[in-house]
């Protein structure tokens, strides 16, 4: 069993940027995919991104293209989301995810984060 903890959400103006951090409790976390995904109210969680467990290859939801960043330090057990140039329909939360195997849904995803909150004002 693997717990991950979100951090680095909260409320933003357009145009902002905010860093997520996600901390996993256990190191086997450095040898899993992760990834982040969001949800919005009254809509699905969808995918966001998604990076290898050596960091070598990562993949975005086309909407993040360019503005997102996902990154992770397996010696901190840590995957970061860097999020860049917010728009108010980034507003959603943001959940950490992680897999032994390839994510690109949620059906994917064998471990979750609680959840952090990310508001993007106009």
């Known amino acids: 069993q693997v717990q991950l903890v979100e951090s680095g959400g909260g409320l933003v103006q357009a145009g902002d940027s905010l860093r997520l951090s996600c901390v996993a409790s256990?190191?086997?976390?450095?040898?899993?995919?992760a990834g982040w995904f969001r949800q919005a109210p009254g809509k699905e969680r969808e995918f966001a991104a998604s990076?290898?467990?050596?960091?070598?290859?990562?993949y975005y939801t086309d909407s993040v293209k360019g503005r997102f960043t996902i990154s992770r330090d397996n010696a901190k057990n840590t995957v970061y989301l860097q999020m860049n140039s917010l728009k108010p329909e980034d507003t959603a939360v943001y959940y950490c995810?992680?897999?032994?195997?390839?994510?690109?849904?949620?059906?994917?995803?064998?471990?979750w984060g609680q959840g952090t909150q990310v508001t993007v004002s106009s």
């Open positions: 990076i290898t467990w050596n960091g070598d290859s990562t």
């Open positions: 995810a992680a897999s032994p195997g390839r994510i690109s849904s949620a059906l994917d995803v064998e471990y």
């Open positions: 256990r190191p086997t976390f450095r040898l899993y995919t």
